[in-house]
């Protein structure tokens, strides 16, 4: 049985805990400010939750109007097939139940030891000792339950049941939004005729803007070339060839910009391909493999993606070989369940040996470009080399 001990969310004294949780709520808040499509924005708060509080087990439980029961609509830490099929009582003997009766958080300190509650099969079966639940309220209505459970027990008190109150008060809204947007769906389906001649005009336009956009960013790398020219410094140099290599990044993705209704997106499989195959030519010892999953994302997003790619190249085609020579692993995969991707860029080299080197500047700029994009990163030890993961939401398009 996996125990969530381990993984505790840091910061044992109230402060840090309430840093955490600040923390958590914004990034929260800044994934939720863009329209997420209703099957895709449940699991995906799941995964967060259960992340951000170090915890290995989370549900979502939709109140279902037919059968008068909570029904599981996602969750963490739970097999694939309990997900839409099991229900929850709704009475004061269980947690759920309870919560959905009286509207008010519910804790359970230990399962195995409190005569109040019976223990449901699912969580019996898991291990779990507590957890703790909250309402989700939406347009006023009382639309389910948002529960964190741990296999420790006495794992969560007061100060996670106000955190998750407010997690669920913004769950709401955001499930409130969903439905505004389905109704709104069959409206736009009207504009959306009208919005295809425009956009029939757009993609005529298209070669011509990229083409200006291309050449503009040709006279950017003209002009960092010959300030290259005229410095001596091999320091200086070597920040101008990074300059010219991140001009040609922005300049990749929009070659393979392409207008749809729904905005300016970017296929970032053959993006990041051709960024992989720029750096091979530069490093012609160095082998770079990918592995890349078909995933479209909008521009502003495609941009610090790519970005983000170029300096793990970058840092790994200067650090990582001191003899010239090794490989380079790129690959993209996406969640369907979490709708979740992850980009990992892992070397056979020489390894950080447990250096995060906080102060580098291609470090700096991976951290902020990664922000931009609402992603996480990870960095696993490894026997060899040094791996980085960005886990970064990646909606259905």
Same mark, same amino acid.
């Given at each position: ?39 895709? %924005? +449940?699991?995906?708060?799941? *995964? =967060? ?5 170090? &915890?290995?087990? #989370?549900?979502? $439980? ?59 099969? %699912? +969580?019996?079966?898991?291990? *779990? =000792? ?5 309402? &989700?309220?939406? #347009?006023?209505? $009382? ?60 993609? +005529? ?193």
């Amino acid at each position: 049985m996996n125990s969530d001990r381990s993984t505790e969310s840091p910061g044992a004294d109230s402060l840090a805990k309430l840093r955490h949780h600040q923390h958590i709520v914004r990034d929260f808040s800044q994934l939720l400010a863009s329209y997420i499509p209703f099957d895709q %924005l +449940l699991p995906l708060v799941a *995964i =967060r939750l259960a992340r951000g509080l170090g &915890v290995q087990h #989370s549900m979502i $439980l939709r109140y279902d109007s037919v059968h008068g029961d909570l029904q599981l609509a996602a969750g963490v830490g739970w097999p694939p097939q309990a997900v839409g099929t099991t229900r929850f009582a709704i009475e004061a003997t269980n947690p759920a139940g309870r919560t959905q009766q009286t509207r008010l958080p519910t804790f359970v300190d230990d399962l195995r030891n409190t005569d109040e509650f019976r223990i449901p099969a %699912l +969580l019996q079966r898991h291990g *779990i =000792r507590s957890l703790v639940n909250v309402p &989700v309220i939406c #347009s006023g209505t $009382l639309w389910g339950v948002l529960e964190m459970d741990s296999t420790e027990p006495g794992r969560f008190d007061a100060d996670d049941a106000h955190f998750l109150l407010s997690m669920a008060n913004l769950l709401g809204i955001a499930i409130e939004r969903s439905a505004d947007h389905a109704t709104a769906t069959a409206a736009a389906a009207v504009a959306r005729a009208e919005a295809k001649a425009v956009q029939d005009a757009q993609s +005529l336009r298209l070669d011509e803007l990229q083409h200006r956009i291309k050449n503009n960013l040709a006279v950017i790398a003209s002009m960092l070339l010959l300030e290259q020219y005229e410095h001596s410094d091999s320091f200086v140099k070597a920040r101008l060839r990074g300059l010219m290599d991140r001009v040609m990044a922005i300049g990749l993705a929009h070659e393979h910009l392409a207008i749809r209704l729904d905005g300016a997106v970017v296929a970032v499989e053959a993006y990041i391909s051709r960024l992989a195959h720029a750096a091979s030519l530069q490093h012609v010892d160095i082998r770079l493999e990918t592995d890349l999953q078909s995933v479209v994302i909008p521009l502003d997003r495609a941009v610090p993606l790519g970005l983000i790619v170029n300096e793990l190249i970058t840092n790994a085609t200067k650090y990582a070989f001191p003899d010239g020579s090794g490989t380079i692993q790129i690959t993209l995969h996406r969640d369907p369940e979490t709708a979740e991707a992850t980009l990992v860029v892992a070397d056979d080299g020489v390894g950080m040996k447990g250096k995060a080197l906080p102060g580098n500047l291609g470090t700096r700029l991976i951290t902020r470009l990664a922000a931009q994009i609402n992603g996480t990163i990870q960095r696993p030890d490894t026997e060899r080399g040094t791996r980085v993961e960005i886990l970064f939401p990646a909606p259905q398009r």
